[in-house]
């Protein structure tokens, strides 16, 4: 059991300490800014630097409090058996305010050949590791800034703490490797169920699905897939320039991101639709291009689901034949593509089939727009999404893409390891849904990313 008494002296001491050596920064501080005139900036620098070493001497100094003033002569062991206090040994832990030292005690048990610290299990701390915090930190900066090594320069400047660029890396692809695998169980449940995951929110009216996907560098593979899905709703609302105009906008977005094959990817886009609430009864809106596997899956997650093929790719295809019809630059161009534009925007897709068809000689700008129309007809009655007051483009999924892989994927030079390109797309994708708190309390506790070796004469240094 704590001695009261000490524990109190202790606090006591720790008071005294601080006070003392708060004093002595006061009055330090003071001579300093007084023997020669200092700008702000310096002086508000020195300040921030004496700060974190003082805070970084209260943490060291916090630590152990919550511990017992004498430990324990034993303790319960997770095998079942009695582990016995074997000494106190220091830890150092890298924190947002510096390396930290801190003695704990460590036991020993025989049966299963164990070691623990119960004060590292308190604490959520692994001796030579870094704390849940500044991983957090790492992790953050490392999925949104230009490249590891400026996050670590970052962190740098505004922590004081120096971290190598690799220790930046590792905690990125820690993070993400949590959530992709959070994201996998997810659906390994609902598959061995048989029943969908959990709704976190109630679903609202109307929900969207977009999927797209967007290629990074990857070593020894050349460009990749990440493939990108959207969740979202919209709102409208009538511009105050243009009141003939609705203005329909997507808000609640929330994302997905995997390097993978479209069926696991399915999966995984019906467990975040799930998680945002859609069910059978959801009226639900599937946005996307031409991608064969977008409807594929839409087909055997969302059934129920209205398909829009998105109205700008299929303008593309338009302007594309008329190119090809007439060449760039004809003054019959214009003209017909614009005339056909009205034809499919008003749901005329047959007629615009009809005209294409005599020119099928003309070539491939022809006939990829004659496949494209055939096969998405059903998915291109605009008339009757816009009485509906649906959206029918799929910018939202192409901004997701921009945001979570080419901002920080794409960069100039870039060739990534896939599980390094995933983690940072992953994490990227949980922060910008606004899942970042959640994201970390699915982290587990810190372990040890090495072992001492075993001394038989000595066990106390089997453990760190």
């Given at each position: 059991?704590?001695?009261r008494?000490?524990?109190?002296?202790?606090n006591a001491a720790?008071?005294?300490?601080?006070?003392e050596q708060?004093?002595t920064?006061?009055r330090t501080?003071?001579?300093?800014?007084?023997?020669?005139?200092?700008?702000?900036?310096?002086?508000?620098?020195?300040?921030?630097?004496?700060?974190?070493?003082?805070?970084s001497?209260?943490?060291?100094?916090?630590?152990?409090?919550?511990a017992p003033?004498?430990p324990?002569p034993d303790?319960p062991?997770?095998?079942?058996?009695?582990?016995?206090?074997?000494?106190?040994?220091?830890?150092?832990?890298?924190?947002?305010?510096?390396r930290?030292?801190?003695n704990?005690?460590i036991?020993h048990?025989?049966?299963?050949g164990?070691?623990?610290?119960?004060?590292?299990?308190?604490?959520?701390?692994?001796?030579?590791?870094?704390?849940l915090?500044?991983?957090?930190?790492?992790a953050?900066?490392?999925?949104?800034?230009?490249?590891?090594?400026?996050a670590?320069a970052?962190v740098e400047?505004?922590?004081l703490?120096?971290?190598?660029?690799?220790?930046?890396?590792?905690?990125t692809e820690d993070?993400?490797?949590?959530?992709?695998?959070?994201?996998?169980a997810?659906?390994t449940?609902?598959?061995t169920?048989?029943?969908?995951?959990?709704?976190?929110?109630?679903?609202?009216?109307?929900?969207?699905?977009?999927?797209?996907?967007?290629?990074?560098?990857v070593?020894?593979?050349?460009?990749?897939?990440?493939k990108?899905?959207?969740?979202?709703?919209?709102?409208?609302r009538?511009?105050?320039?243009?009141?003939?105009t609705?203005v329909i906008?997507a808000?609640?977005?929330?994302?997905?991101?995997?390097l993978?094959d479209?069926?696991?990817f399915?999966?995984?886009?019906?467990a975040?639709?799930c998680?945002?609430?859609?069910?059978?009864?959801?009226?639900?809106?599937?946005?996307g291009?031409?991608?064969h596997?977008?409807?594929?899956?839409?087909?055997?997650h969302?059934?129920?689901?209205?398909?829009?093929?998105?109205?700008?790719?299929?303008?593309?295809?338009?302007?594309?034949?008329?190119?090809?019809?007439?060449g760039e630059?004809?003054?019959?161009?214009?003209?017909?593509a614009?005339?056909h534009l009205?034809?499919?925007?008003?749901?005329?897709v047959?007629?615009?089939?009809a005209?294409l068809?005599?020119?099928?000689?003309?070539g491939?700008?022809v006939?990829?727009?004659l496949?494209?129309?055939?096969?998405?007809?059903?998915?291109?009655d605009?008339?009757?999404?816009r009485?509906?007051?649906?959206?029918?483009?799929?910018?939202?999924?192409e901004?997701a893409c921009?945001?979570?892989?080419?901002?920080?994927?794409k960069?100039?030079?870039?060739?990534?390891?896939?599980?390094?390109?995933?983690?940072?797309?992953?994490?990227?994708?949980?922060?910008?849904?606004g899942?970042?708190?959640?994201a970390?309390r699915?982290?587990?506790?810190?372990?040890r990313?090495?072992?001492?070796?075993?001394?038989?004469?000595?066990?106390?240094?089997?453990?760190?």
């Amino acid at each position: 059991m704590t001695n009261r008494t000490t524990a109190t002296d202790r606090n006591a001491a720790l008071v005294q300490q601080m006070t003392e050596q708060m004093a002595t920064l006061a009055r330090t501080l003071s001579a300093w800014v007084q023997a020669e005139p200092r700008p702000l900036q310096e002086r508000e620098a020195q300040v921030v630097r004496v700060l974190h070493d003082l805070g970084s001497t209260l943490l060291t100094a916090l630590l152990p409090l919550a511990a017992p003033v004498r430990p324990e002569p034993d303790l319960p062991c997770g095998c079942g058996q009695i582990a016995r206090y074997v000494r106190v040994r220091p830890a150092t832990v890298t924190t947002v305010l510096g390396r930290v030292t801190l003695n704990r005690a460590i036991y020993h048990c025989h049966c299963c050949g164990a070691y623990a610290a119960p004060l590292d299990q308190q604490l959520q701390i692994a001796a030579g590791g870094l704390s849940l915090g500044l991983q957090e930190l790492l992790a953050l900066l490392g999925a949104t800034q230009d490249s590891f090594a400026q996050a670590a320069a970052v962190v740098e400047r505004l922590c004081l703490v120096q971290i190598c660029p690799n220790s930046v890396r590792a905690a990125t692809e820690d993070i993400g490797a949590v959530l992709t695998d959070h994201e996998r169980a997810v659906v390994t449940t609902a598959q061995t169920d048989g029943s969908s995951p959990p709704a976190a929110v109630a679903a609202p009216p109307r929900v969207y699905l977009s999927m797209d996907g967007v290629v990074t560098h990857v070593h020894d593979a050349g460009w990749k897939e990440i493939k990108v899905g959207c969740v979202y709703t919209t709102r409208t609302r009538i511009p105050r320039q243009r009141p003939e105009t609705l203005v329909i906008q997507a808000e609640q977005q929330s994302y997905l991101a995997a390097l993978t094959d479209a069926e696991t990817f399915g999966w995984r886009l019906w467990a975040e639709a799930c998680r945002r609430g859609v069910t059978d009864q959801t009226d639900l809106v599937v946005i996307g291009d031409g991608a064969h596997w977008i409807w594929n899956l839409a087909a055997e997650h969302f059934p129920q689901a209205t398909q829009i093929v998105d109205w700008y790719h299929a303008s593309q295809y338009v302007w594309r034949a008329a190119s090809t019809i007439f060449g760039e630059t004809s003054d019959l161009r214009v003209p017909w593509a614009r005339q056909h534009l009205d034809n499919l925007w008003d749901g005329r897709v047959a007629e615009v089939l009809a005209a294409l068809e005599p020119y099928r000689p003309k070539g491939e700008g022809v006939t990829d727009a004659l496949s494209y129309f055939t096969t998405h007809q059903a998915r291109m009655d605009y008339p009757s999404y816009r009485a509906r007051g649906l959206q029918v483009g799929s910018g939202t999924v192409e901004s997701a893409c921009k945001q979570l892989v080419s901002a920080r994927l794409k960069l100039a030079g870039m060739i990534w390891n896939v599980p390094e390109a995933e983690a940072v797309a992953v994490v990227r994708a949980w922060l910008k849904s606004g899942r970042w708190d959640e994201a970390m309390r699915l982290r587990p506790p810190p372990q040890r990313t090495y072992q001492r070796q075993t001394v038989a004469a000595d066990a106390t240094v089997a453990v760190a």
